[in-house]
């Protein structure tokens, strides 16, 4: 049962209506949730789609060539709920529910929408793919197994939990060679943060 989105997803859809007020549209598709999905930069899906050559620079510039500038004025952020979705970015996150169900997920991530949107055929999110000469069916493929890998270390986790404290522990004690006390400092709250953020999600899986 899908349960909801997950935070980098919002975020990803945040970011896409903040592309298509750049360009001064009052609707987003596709093409900006690829832009929105570059942007989360720590999300599998925009790993995967860097690792194939898409940067959120390159993939703007074919943006604007396919659908232009648009003449809508800029309108306050708060307000910024009111760009619509068009048909195609429906259809996307329609899709990306089912691939959030087939991946045996319980919520809809960055992930699951950029699989979702490399199957609307009509959508401009695959022109931008192709202008740059990238194959959205080796993206597919690349996005499901480092999900499937992201998994795997999930299970890992909630099988065996005292092996992430003892990985954690060898981190905090590497830290102690660091001369710098601001860098270390920096990777200590990096560590405390991802930790905790690992705990959440693995607190939040299915069968915990």
């Given at each position: 049962m899908?349960?909801?989105?997950?935070?980098?997803?919002?975020?990803?859809?945040?970011l896409a209506q903040q592309e298509?007020?750049?360009?001064?549209?009052?609707?987003?598709?596709?093409?900006?949730?690829?832009?929105?999905?570059?942007?989360v930069e720590d999300s599998i899906a925009a790993r995967a789609l860097k690792s194939m050559g898409v940067t959120l620079d390159r993939a703007r510039v074919e943006v604007e060539k396919i659908i232009g500038r648009g003449s809508w004025r800029l309108v306050p952020t708060e307000i910024?709920?009111?760009?619509?979705?068009?048909?195609?970015?429906?259809?996307?996150?329609?899709?990306?529910?089912e691939e959030c169900q087939q991946l045996g997920d319980n919520y809809i991530g960055a992930e699951h929408l950029l699989l979702g949107t490399l199957r609307v055929e009509e959508g401009n999110a695959l022109k931008v793919l192709a202008n740059l000469g990238v194959d959205s069916t080796q993206i597919r493929d690349l996005v499901v197994r480092m999900v499937g890998e992201n998994t795997k270390v999930r299970d890992e986790v909630r099988e065996n939990p005292s092996a992430l404290i003892r990985d954690y522990l060898e981190v905090l004690r590497?830290?102690?060679?660091?001369?710098?006390?601001e860098n270390r400092e920096i990777l200590k709250r990096v560590c405390s943060r991802?930790?905790?953020?690992?705990?959440?999600?693995?607190?939040?899986?299915e069968g915990v």
């Open positions: 899908i349960k909801g989105f997950t935070e980098e997803c919002i975020k990803v859809m945040m298509s007020r750049q360009l001064g549209h009052n609707f987003y598709g596709t093409e900006q949730f690829l832009l929105g999905t570059l942007g910024i709920s009111e760009i619509p979705f068009s048909p195609n970015a429906r259809r996307a996150l329609e899709l990306a529910e590497k830290l102690r060679s660091i001369r710098s006390v991802s930790l905790d953020k690992l705990l959440k999600e693995w607190e939040n899986s």
